[in-house]
């Protein structure tokens, strides 16, 4: 069972989208220089069904987009519920994952999103150029596309 620590709508963790990004708990990674370590311990509410109901009807037709951020201590859960969200409701679906590949138990065509790679801050986040980590959209057929780029920090021009 995963559970979550917290909750927010978010717009840039899925490019285009408003998401309500789910923060799971429980992760077996220690990347140096982690935003969240709190998101290591065991701590948080059950993330079911039942609390996937309650958030989407609390934000309704203002999100557009589920995302689980973590989750990578049990991928088979986070599957179940991606179905869960595309099965109930429709919106878009995304999981943010340290993984560096697909764990074979995962069921591509449940999300739209998935965020691959561990925090390296040698090479920065999703925004930094040389970032470790990629941003693909699943397409219809499977097929996994990188939309990276769609992080690329736009130049500021001076006044």
Known sequence: MLKFYNYDIVFQ???D???????ITGCPFRCSGCHSPHLREDIGTPLT????????????????????M???????????LASYVKTHYS??????????????EIC?????????GPYMAQFGGLKHPNSNQ??????KNGVLTDITTKFAAKSVGTR
Not at 17 to 23: D, I, K, Q, R, W
Not at 108 to 116: G, H, S
Not at 134 to 139: C, D, I, N, Q, S
Request: net charge negative; with cysteine.
């Open 108 to 116: 591509t065509a449940n999300f739209d999103y998935i965020k691959l």
């Open 17 to 23: 989208e408003v998401t309500l990004a789910v923060n």
């Open 91 to 104: 919106l878009l679906t995304g999981w943010y994952s340290g993984r560096e590949h697909i764990p074979k």
């Open 49 to 68: 069904g039942q609390t996937l109901d309650s958030l989407v009807q609390l934000y309704g037709t203002g999100i557009t987009c589920v995302c689980f």
């Open 70 to 80: 973590g989750g990578d201590s049990n991928p088979e859960e986070v599957d179940r």
């Open 13 to 15: 963790e899925i490019p």
């Open 134 to 139: 990629h941003l693909y959209m699943v397409e």
